[in-house]
C-alpha cells in the first residue's frame, strides 16, 4: 500500500510537471493559437493512415519515418519516391497530398482537364509498415517456435519459457477454439484459424505500444478487417458442403416461406454477406474505439491546460489512471478480439461442414454478435 | 468517413503480406508445431500405457519370485529333513556294522585266545611228560631200587602238575 501511494504521488508530480509543457508536445497546427488544441486532429492522424510514420514533435521539429510512395499515375506511369519530398504541402512529380475535399490526406494528381484525380496508389503507408512489422514478428516467433520442434523428437522432454508458454497458447487456440468451432474435419482449417488468430493478436498488442515500432492502428483500419473477413468468406463458401448450400437454396421450413416468394432462400443468401461483414465491423469498431478512447483521455491534459493549474492537475491525474485503466482493458481488448474472431471463423466454417441434422449453433453466434 | 472506406492500397498489401505468412506458417509453422505437441502427448500416453504394463509384470513378477522362495524354502526344509533321516540312518547302520564287526573280533579274539590256551595247555602237557621223563628218567636213575617209592613218587608228582595245570 505505501509503495502505491509513493507511486501515485510521483504520477501527480510528474504528469503537473508534464501539463505545463504540454504545448510543446502536441502537433498544433500553425494556424491554429498556442494553446487551442486541435483534438481532432490528433485523434484521427493516430487512428488514420498517413504516408509517413509522425513519431513525435520536438519543438517545433517533427520526427518522423519517411516511407516509400509507390503511385501509377494514368498520365505519368509508375512512381516511386520518399515520402518526405510530398511532406508539409511539397509537390513531387506532379504528386500532392490533398489538403481538403474528397481526397483529403491522400495523394492526387491533376489530370488534363485539371481536375484532381487518385492515382493507383499502392504506397507502404504507415498501417502498410505496420503489417509488415507485425507480420515479421510473427513469422520470427511462430517459426522460431516450429524450428525448436524440429530439432527435436516427440520423446524429447516439453519446452518451457517462451517456446513453452507459445505451445500453451497456440494449443489453447487449436484445441478450445478450432477443434470445438469446427468440428471432425478441423485439422484443414487449423492453420488458416491459428493464423489469423495470431495476426490479429499481435497487431492488436503492437498498436498500443505508442513508441515507434508500435502503435499503427493496423487491427482498427477497415481495410485489414476487410481482407480477414474476406479470407473466412472465401473459405466458408468455397469449403461448403452439398448441405451447406442446400440449407441456403432449400431450407427446412414450411413451403410457403421457399414458393411462390423464395423469402428463406433470400434471408440465406444474405446471411451469407453479413456474417464476414459482421466479422469485419467487429473487429474494427472494437479496436477504433479502444485506440480513441486512450488518444481522449490523454488529451484531457492538453485540452484542460489553458483552465487553469487546479482544473488542469486534477485533470491530468484523472486521465493517466483512466488511461492505465483502460491500456490495462485494451491487453484484454486486444485477446478477446482475436479470440471472438477466430472463433467465429471456425463457428462458420464448422457449419458449411455439418453434414447431418444436428444442431445449428445459432445460439453461439447470437451470444457473442 | 475516409475511416470506413477500405484503402485499395491496403487492401493490396494485406492480401499479399496475409496471404504469404499465412502460406508460410501453413507450410512450416502450425502443423510443425501442433503435430509435435500431439506426437508427443501420443508417446506420454503410450508410455504411461507401458509404465502400466511393466508395473503390472512387475507385480506379476514379485509374486512368481516370492512363490519361488517359498517353494524353495520348503524344498530346502524337505531336503534337510531328509538328509537328517539319512544321517541317522546311515550311523544307525554304521553302529550296528561296527557292533557287529566288534562282536565278531572279540568272538574271534576269544576262539584265538581259547585256541592258545589249548595250544599252551598242551604244549605245558608236552612240556610236562617231558619234565616227567626227565624227572622220571632222574629218579629212576637215583633209586631204581626202591621201585614202590618210585611210583609214589612219580604219582605224587604227576598229580602235583595235574592240579597245577589245572589252576
Same mark, same amino acid.
Given at each position: ?33 498556442? !494553446? ?20 513525435? *514533435?520536438?519543438?517545433?521539429?517533427? =520526427? ?48 488534363? /482537364? ?5 492515382? +493507383? ?44 508458454? $507459445? ?6 487456440? &487449436? ?20 493464423? /489469423? ?18 502503435? /499503427? ?26 448441405? %451447406? ?15 411462390? +416468394? ?19 465491423? @467487429? ?17 484531457? =491534459? ?23 485503466? $483502460? ?6 481488448? /486486444?485477446?478477446?478480439?482475436? %479470440? ?16 447431418? &441434422?444436428?444442431? &445449428? ?9 | ?22 502460406? +508460410? ?14 506426437? @508427443? ?8 500405457? !507401458? ?27 524337505? +531336503? ?6 539319512? @544321517? ?29 590256551? *589249548? ?47 589245572? !589252576?
Amino acid at each position: 500500500m505505501k509503495q502505491l501511494r509513493i507511486v501515485l504521488a510521483l504520477v501527480c508530480l510528474l504528469s503537473g510537471f508534464f501539463a505545463a509543457q504540454a504545448d510543446d508536445h502536441v502537433v498544433v497546427p500553425p494556424e491554429q493559437k498556442e !494553446n487551442d488544441v486541435d483534438v481532432k486532429g490528433i485523434i484521427f492522424g493516430h487512428i488514420g493512415d498517413s504516408y509517413e510514420w509522425h513519431i513525435t *514533435d520536438i519543438g517545433h521539429t517533427h =520526427v518522423t519515418v519517411p516511407l516509400p510512395v509507390i503511385v501509377h499515375s494514368s498520365v505519368s506511369g509508375w512512381h516511386v519516391f520518399m515520402s518526405s519530398k510530398i511532406s508539409h504541402g511539397h509537390t513531387h512529380d506532379g504528386f500532392y497530398v490533398a489538403p481538403a475535399g474528397s481526397y483529403e490526406g491522400k495523394i492526387v494528381e491533376k489530370n488534363a /482537364a485539371g481536375e484532381e484525380v487518385r492515382p +493507383i496508389d499502392i504506397s507502404i503507408t504507415k498501417v502498410t509498415m505496420g503489417i509488415f512489422i507485425n507480420c515479421i514478428l510473427l513469422l520470427i516467433i511462430i517459426l522460431g517456435v516450429a524450428n525448436w520442434y524440429r530439432k527435436r523428437s516427440p520423446e524429447s522432454e516439453a519446452p518451457g519459457g517462451f517456446v513453452g508458454f $507459445m505451445e500453451m497458447f497456440i494449443m489453447m487456440v &487449436h484445441d478450445d477454439i478450432i477443434k470445438e468451432g469446427v468440428g471432425p474435419n478441423y485439422r484443414k482449417f487449423a492453420p488458416y484459424l491459428l493464423t /489469423a488468430f495470431f495476426f490479429i493478436f499481435i497487431s492488436n498488442v503492437i498498436g498500443l505500444i505508442p513508441l515507434f515500432p508500435g502503435g /499503427a492502428n493496423v487491427t482498427g483500419n477497415i481495410a485489414i478487417t476487410m481482407v480477414l473477413a474476406l479470407f473466412t468468406f472465401f473459405i466458408v463458401n468455397v469449403f461448403g458442403n452439398k448441405h %451447406y448450400w442446400k440449407d441456403i437454396f432449400w431450407p427446412e421450413v414450411p413451403w410457403w416461406l421457399k414458393i411462390p +416468394i423464395p423469402m428463406m432462400p433470400f434471408i440465406e443468401l444474405f446471411g451469407i454477406f453479413t456474417k464476414p461483414f459482421a466479422l469485419m465491423i @467487429r473487429l474494427f469498431a472494437n479496436m477504433l474505439a479502444g485506440h480513441m478512447a486512450i488518444l481522449v483521455l490523454t488529451c484531457l =491534459v492538453f485540452i484542460t491546460a489553458s483552465m487553469g493549474p487546479a482544473i488542469n492537475g486534477s485533470m491530468t491525474v484523472a486521465s493517466v489512471l483512466f488511461s492505465v485503466f $483502460m491500456n490495462m482493458l485494451e491487453v484484454l481488448v /486486444a485477446f478477446i478480439q482475436a %479470440y471472438v474472431f477466430t472463433m467465429l471463423s471456425a463457428v462458420f466454417i464448422g457449419l458449411a461442414q455439418e453434414t447431418g &441434422h444436428g444442431e &445449428h449453433k445459432a445460439k453461439e453466434e447470437g451470444a457473442i454478435s | 468517413m475516409s475511416l470506413l472506406l477500405p484503402e485499395s492500397g491496403l487492401v493490396f498489401w494485406m492480401l499479399l503480406s496475409f496471404g504469404i505468412v499465412f502460406f +508460410i506458417l501453413a507450410k512450416f509453422g502450425f502443423p510443425a508445431i501442433v503435430n509435435m505437441v500431439e506426437n @508427443r502427448k501420443k508417446y506420454i500416453d503410450e508410455s504411461l500405457e !507401458n509404465a502400466k504394463e511393466a508395473n503390472e509384470q512387475l507385480s506379476k513378477l514379485k509374486a512368481e519370485s516370492s512363490a519361488i522362495i517359498a517353494s524353495a524354502n520348503k524344498e530346502q526344509g524337505r +531336503i534337510l529333513k531328509e538328509a537328517m533321516q539319512e @544321517r541317522d540312518k546311515i550311523i544307525n547302520e554304521a553302529r550296528k556294522k561296527a557292533e557287529f564287526t566288534a562282536q565278531k573280533e572279540l568272538e574271534d579274539a576269544k576262539k584265538q585266545i581259547q585256541m592258545e590256551k *589249548d595250544e599252551a595247555i598242551r604244549d605245558i602237557r608236552r612240556q610236562v611228560a617231558v619234565l616227567s621223563v626227565d624227572i622220571a628218567e632222574k629218579i629212576i636213575r637215583k633209586n631204581l631200587d626202591e621201585e614202590k617209592k618210585q611210583m609214589d613218587m612219580i604219582d605224587r608228582m604227576l598229580e602235583e602238575v595235574v592240579s597245577k595245570s589245572k !589252576n
